[in-house]
């Protein structure tokens, strides 16, 4: 039996021990009283209980197989910018995302594409936004600053933005000079223009059978319509003569939109009465004239169509009629190869005052909103029930040298032999598309 001053040791120490483990003296008294161990058989429990036992090589978890498959369609889920990070995990992801059929895999499975308005502004500079943060509630958002090729710094403000393609825009310098950029990635190709008469109108469109990019210029003559097309993929123009004459209708009208396998544009007829849409098929290259009705063709004084855009799946014309209450219409057609219906969209009564005397819409965000310009240099949505959201007069924004385009890492045709890749690298991607400059529009 113990005495009562060991057992007051003894309990002492019991206790400052037990302090340490978080253990109650009760619990390990009653095992010693009911097993009936000695005094140093129940310190030595003591000293080894709530110690943790060490893991043995048999009770390691077991290594769960990496599922290539599996990993594959989650990053045919995600969003460009989240697998570009992926990059620098190793170098298998590497080569799998560097590679151009997962680009154009994760291009056309995209479950929610990002499109972004890039905006070109004097000294060679860039600014892009997500069109669904634009006019945002807050004061101002996020602009990201996208560093431009370095070719563009001898035109100064002469860019504009000839056309959009698969995440790809038209740079157009001056009236002679193309560039094929892809903002996302840096992936830029100079189109060097082997004919120096001045073109009237340019676009760039994308034939899906051959994986072709396909840049267009457009030459109204006096006497027919010449179209030089470039191929990327074979590296060099061809043409194609059409004996109707043409006659450019607006400056604002010169840029070519792609869709459904054609690129639009309008003009007028050789004897300037009538307003007539063009179409060149990048697939068969020939170009079609699109009948018009009409009350679009042939319009009273003091209106006239000023605008043609592709939003979404439709092609979009504007109408200002100029009566004593200025009236602005919005017109769409879907079928666009073939005659079809047009309807009535959109209409905008004087109820809005001068500050919508002319709009030039940009695209439709997911809600149905349009994101616009006006001819105050003001970025503005309209709702489908006419409510008008504007943002502050910027004197750096212009329809003209905007252009909405796709965030993608695809390539161009002979990406790895023929593209001058300019200075790009993941991490300096990174660095791009994670700093952001706060700008109010």
């Known amino acids: 039996m113990i005495s009562s001053n060991w057992y007051r040791l003894l309990r002492y120490k019991v206790e400052t021990h037990l302090k340490k483990k978080n253990l ?40 769960v197989p990496f599922n290539e498959d599996l990993m594959m369609e989650i990053l045919l889920k995600l969003p460009m910018k989240s697998v570009m990070r992926f990059k620098c995990l190793s170098k298998s992801w590497f080569s799998l995302i560097s590679d151009p059929q997962f680009a154009r895999t994760h291009f056309d499975a995209a479950a929610a594409p990002t499109y972004r308005l890039l ?31 370095s070719r563009f710094d001898m035109y100064g403000d002469s860019l504009t933005v000839a056309g959009s393609c698969r995440g790809f825009l038209l740079v157009q310098c001056l009236f002679t000079d193309l560039v094929v950029w892809n903002p996302s990635t840096g992936v830029q190709k100079q189109i060097f223009y082997n004919n120096w008469s001045p073109h009237h109108l340019s676009g760039i469109g994308y034939d899906s059978l051959d994986d072709d990019f396909v840049v267009v210029t457009v030459t109204l003559a006096v006497n027919n319509t010449v179209v030089r097309y470039f191929c990327l993929r074979t590296n060099c123009w061809s043409f194609v003569e059409c004996s109707v004459r043409y006659s450019q209708h607006k400056l604002e009208l010169r840029h070519g939109e792609f869709l459904n396998g054609a690129l639009y544009w309008m003009v007028k007829s050789s004897d300037n009465l009538r307003c007539v849409i063009i179409a060149f098929d990048v697939r068969e290259k020939r170009l079609l004239e699109i009948p018009m009705p009409n009350h679009l063709a042939v319009l009273p004084k003091r209106s006239e169509i000023y605008y043609l855009k592709a939003m979404g799946e439709y092609l979009a014309l504007c109408l200002v009629v100029r009566n004593q209450a200025p009236v602005i219409e919005i017109w769409s057609m879907k079928e666009c190869k073939v ?35 006006n001819g105050n240099n003001t970025l503005v949505k309209i709702s489908d029930k006419g409510k008008l959201k504007y943002g502050q007069q910027q004197s750096r924004l212009d329809f003209l040298s905007c252009g909405v385009y796709r965030e993608s890492f695809l390539s161009l045709p002979d990406d790895s032999e023929k593209l001058t890749k300019w200075r790009w690298t993941t991490k300096r991607w990174m660095s791009i598309h ?3 400059v706060i700008i109010s529009l």
Do not use: Q
């Open 24 to 63: 109650s003296f009760s619990s390990i008294y009653m095992l010693h009283y009911k097993s009936g161990d000695s005094a140093a058989a129940m310190l030595r429990k003591m000293k080894t209980c709530g110690r943790k036992r060490k893991k043995t090589k048999s009770e390691a978890p077991p290594r």
């Open 434 to 436: 994670t700093e952001n």
């Open 339 to 373: 005659e079809s219906f047009w309807t009535k969209t959109f209409v905008f009564s004087s109820n809005f005052g001068c500050f919508l005397s002319l709009i030039y819409p940009i695209c439709f965000t997911k809600n149905g909103e349009i994101l616009a310009f």
């Open 119 to 149: 905006n070109l502004v004097k000294d060679s500079e860039a600014y892009s936004v997500d069109i669904e943060l634009a006019l945002c509630d807050d004061s101002a958002h996020a602009v990201t600053n996208i560093p431009v090729p």
